[in-house]
C-alpha cells in the first residue's frame, strides 16, 4: 500500500509564476489535509477537503491561493503570483473517513526566486 | 485558544538516556493527541497516539503521559539512541473539525 504521494518534491519559481502541488492520498483515504511549515517552525493547517468538496479553508490566505480534490485525480493546490514569502515545504496528509489518524507525504519544497 | 504549546526547542541526550518532550494545550475540545516524528527532508511520521480516556500509552521505547486537569501531555523517549535524533512535533485535534494543531517542534540530538 504505497503512502501520500507528492509532486514535485521540490519547485523553483520566479516571483508572479504560478505554482500547482499535488497530493495524491493514500489507498482507501477519503481526506486530504495541505499544511505549510517555514523553515525551522511547525506546520500550519490550511485546507482541508473530501472529494469534490472544501470542508474547511480557515487557514488559507485570501488570495492567490487555491485547493481543489476532483473526482479523479489528485488534490491540487495552487498559488498563483507567488511571492518570496511563499517559499516554505507544503505537506499534504491523507485520512480515512471516521478516523482522526493523518499520515504525511514527502512534502513539496517551494523555492521562490 | 487554538495553540498547542511544546518545550523544549532543543534537546541534547546521552545514547540510552531519557528523553522527555511537553506539551500544553488550552482548547478542551481537543480530544486526540499524536506525536510526530520528522527527519530533515522528509514529512512527518505519526509515531503514537493517544485520547484523554487514558493517562498513559506505551509503544515500545516511547511512552505518553497525558494530564488532563492540567492539560499537559508529554513524550518519553527511554533508552534514546543516535537515530531518534529527529524534529518531534505534539499536536492535537478534535473529531469535528478534524485538522491538527502542532506544537513548535523540538529538535532532539543523541549522542553516542
Known amino acids: 500500500n504505497a503512502g501520500v504521494m507528492q509532486n514535485p518534491r521540490h519547485l523553483v519559481r520566479r516571483r508572479g509564476q504560478e505554482a500547482r502541488l499535488r497530493c495524491s492520498p493514500m489507498k482507501g483515504h477519503s481526506h486530504v489535509y495541505w499544511y505549510r511549515q517555514l523553515p525551522e517552525e511547525g506546520l500550519k493547517f490550511m485546507v482541508y477537503?473530501?472529494?469534490?468538496?472544501?470542508?474547511?479553508e480557515s487557514g488559507m490566505p485570501k488570495e492567490r491561493f487555491s485547493a481543489e480534490f476532483p473526482k479523479e485525480g489528485p488534490s491540487i493546490l495552487r498559488i498563483q503570483q507567488v511571492v518570496r514569502g511563499d517559499s516554505a515545504a507544503y505537506f499534504c496528509?491523507?485520512?480515512?473517513?471516521?478516523?482522526?489518524?493523518?499520515?504525511f507525504g514527502p512534502g513539496t519544497r517551494l523555492t521562490v526566486l | 485558544q487554538q495553540q498547542v504549546k511544546q518545550s523544549p526547542q532543543s534537546l541534547i541526550v546521552q545514547k540510552g538516556g531519557i528523553s522527555i518532550i511537553n506539551c500544553a494545550y488550552e482548547n478542551t475540545a481537543f480530544d486526540y493527541f499524536p506525536w510526530y516524528q520528522q527527519f530533515p527532508g522528509k514529512g512527518p511520521a505519526l509515531l503514537i497516539a493517544?485520547?484523554?480516556?487514558?493517562s498513559e500509552k506505551k509503544e515500545g521505547r516511547f511512552t505518553i503521559s497525558f494530564n488532563k486537569s492540567a492539560k499537559q501531555f508529554s513524550l518519553h523517549i527511554m533508552d534514546s539512541q543516535p537515530g531518534d535524533s529527529a524534529t518531534y512535533f505534539c499536536a492535537a485535534s478534535n473529531n469535528a473539525g478534524n485538522m491538527l494543531t502542532f506544537g513548535g517542534g523540538t529538535r532532539l540530538m543523541v549522542k553516542p
Open positions: 493517544i485520547r484523554p480516556d487514558v
Open positions: 496528509a491523507s485520512s480515512p473517513p471516521m478516523d482522526n489518524e493523518q499520515f
Open positions: 477537503l473530501q472529494k469534490e468538496n472544501i470542508i474547511d
